[in-house]
């Protein structure tokens, strides 16, 4: 059983990354442990670094239930690679 939760996230892009933007985010989310799917992902800002962007974003996952609360779910999603910020907004159980 999953659960959708919504979650702003701030993340590090290389520059030299082939991909959309959007995509970045969503492949990095993926390899999160407890991220079952990315549903939507919002761009909300982009900073320019000297070897990165650093992408502001608001996204809709699907989260197994390993992770309890929202706590849990954003210490989950902040140990993918390049996340430095999340806050779990909303969510909700699945069906």
């Given at each position: 059983?999953?659960?959708?939760?919504?979650?702003?996230?701030?993340?590090?892009?290389?520059?030299?990354?082939?991909?959309?933007?959007?995509?970045?985010?969503?492949?990095?989310?993926?390899?999160?442990?407890?991220?079952?799917?990315?549903?939507?992902?919002?761009?909300?800002?982009?900073?320019?670094?000297?070897?990165?962007?650093?992408?502001?974003?608001?996204?809709?996952?699907?989260?197994?239930?390993?992770?309890?609360?929202?706590?849990?779910?954003?210490?989950?999603?902040?140990?993918?690679?390049?996340?430095?910020?999340?806050e779990v907004v909303?969510?909700?159980?699945?069906?």
């Amino acid at each position: 059983m999953s659960r959708q939760v919504e979650a702003r996230l701030t993340l590090r892009i290389p520059r030299d990354g082939r991909q959309e933007l959007a995509a970045a985010v969503v492949e990095r989310l993926g390899r999160a442990a407890v991220v079952e799917r990315v549903d939507d992902v919002d761009l909300t800002g982009v900073r320019p670094g000297l070897n990165d962007l650093r992408v502001d974003a608001t996204t809709t996952l699907a989260c197994d239930d390993a992770a309890t609360s929202d706590r849990d779910t954003a210490d989950a999603l902040s140990e993918a690679t390049g996340v430095e910020t999340v806050e779990v907004v909303d969510h909700e159980a699945g069906p």
